[in-house]
């Protein structure tokens, strides 16, 4: 059994690679949000250096469940409260555009993608209420879904092999323009220019994108991201179909799917230990894995574990991802804060930076 090691392979290609002295645009980061960076200033034919402190999709773009949802954590009908009813609308078709778009730029690419849909179950009365409003509201406003009585089905979601549509994308870059290996330590303004430091190298960048998400108050610590953890776990292969569809529960604390391959992944809890799941410590705890495991048995999974690990999300106040420039700092600009939804909402969110350049 592997303990701190994600289930999802590690990107196939290595990137070795130095600071560059100059760039037009420097992108730091190399998971989900700086690919789609690249993709989108690629086709917009502005030239870009990505650096990357380890390898590729080694933070959450490499940990993550691998769900492609429409909206925000909270359900349709808590997205209007909290946003607002056009707000809420624009989010979920942001969202529902992000997973169409996303997965035609790799086509052709294998990226374990299927369109499945995801199911909501209600995990009590008061989710129960939430949910049926939200099948009410999104039926109004156009988006597809089915309210059962216990479980929301959105049929449009899907899943993904999230390591590997990172490295689809950075497939897709020029040559030489991914680095890995490249931790930056320092950003500071120049006369017009974006100092960038690693050690004592040194990039004049004209621009630069953090795409460090959670990692982002690690060099700017004036940037409102805060890191929270989250843990899964990977079975061996299972004979038997537990589920069919990527599922969430208890307000997007618990979710789970299973591989067509057979394997059971299932993340979440964190609800439990609110004060412990901060940082960036990548170990899994015996406290969440043991809720995890618990469940693991509930489903019916008799098979061994194989993987347990953890991750780092960037949350923001307002819920909502932090795209634009960072104040006090000329020419540098952030795309990051996806609050446990990255995938879903980076590549969306880097094209609308890259549109605003
Ligand atoms: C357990 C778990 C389950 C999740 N499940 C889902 C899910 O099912 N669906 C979904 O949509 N989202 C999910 N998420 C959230 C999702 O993974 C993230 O929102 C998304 O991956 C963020 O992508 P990113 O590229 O912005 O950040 P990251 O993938 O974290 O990438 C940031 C990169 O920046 C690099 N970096 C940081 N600092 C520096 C530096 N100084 N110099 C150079 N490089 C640096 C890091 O090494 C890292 O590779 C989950 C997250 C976790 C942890």
Not at 37 to 63: C, F, K, P, T, W
Not at 149 to 154: A, D, H, K
Not at 211 to 219: E, K, V
Request: contains cysteine.
């Amino acid at each position: 059994m592997s303990t701190g090691t994600p289930f999802w392979p590690t990107p196939p290609d290595r990137y070795p690679g130095r600071l560059p002295e100059r760039a037009d645009v420097l992108v730091i980061g190399g998971g989900i949000t700086g690919v789609s960076l690249m993709h989108h200033l690629g086709r917009a034919g502005i030239d870009a250096v990505l650096v990357e402190r380890d390898n590729l999709a080694s933070g959450a773009s490499g940990r993550n469940a691998g769900f492609l949802l429409a909206g925000v954590a909270d359900c349709y009908a808590e997205a209007v409260r909290i946003f607002g009813r056009p707000r809420a609308r624009d989010i979920w078709t942001m969202t529902e555009e992000n997973h169409i778009e996303e997965i035609a730029a790799v086509r052709g690419h294998e990226i374990g993608y299927r369109r499945t849909g995801s199911i909501v179950l209600a995990s009590g009365p008061r989710e129960a209420e939430q949910l049926a409003e939200s099948a009410e509201l999104m039926t109004e406003d156009g988006f597809e879904c089915a309210w059962d009585g216990s479980r929301l089905t959105n049929p449009g979601d899907g899943e993904v092999t999230p390591s590997l549509l990172v490295a689809a994308f950075a497939r897709q870059a020029a040559p030489g323009s991914i680095r890995e290996g490249v931790a930056v330590t320092a950003i500071e303004k120049a006369n017009g220019d974006v100092l960038v430091h690693m050690g004592d190298e040194e990039c004049r960048a004209g621009c630069v994108i953090l795409a460090t998400n959670a990692y982002t108050p690690q060099l700017l610590p004036q940037v409102p991201i805060q890191p929270r953890r989250a843990q899964m776990l990977a079975s061996a292969h299972e004979a038997a179909r537990l589920c069919d569809q990527p599922t969430y529960s208890h307000f997007g604390y618990r979710y789970w799917r299973q591989l067509p391959t057979g394997e059971v992944l299932i993340g979440g809890w964190r609800d439990t230990a609110f004060e412990v799941e901060v940082g960036y410590d990548e170990r899994p705890t015996p406290e969440i894995q043991g809720h995890l495991e618990s469940h693991l048995r509930q489903l019916g999974a008799d098979r061994e574990i194989t993987h347990r690990w953890a991750g780092t999300m960037g949350f923001t106040e307002s819920g909502l991802p932090l795209i634009g420039p960072v104040d006090g700092l000329p020419n540098v600009y952030l795309c990051a804060g996806y609050n446990g939804h990255g995938m879903g909402f980076a590549f969306m969110g880097a094209k609308q930076l890259v549109d605003s350049l």
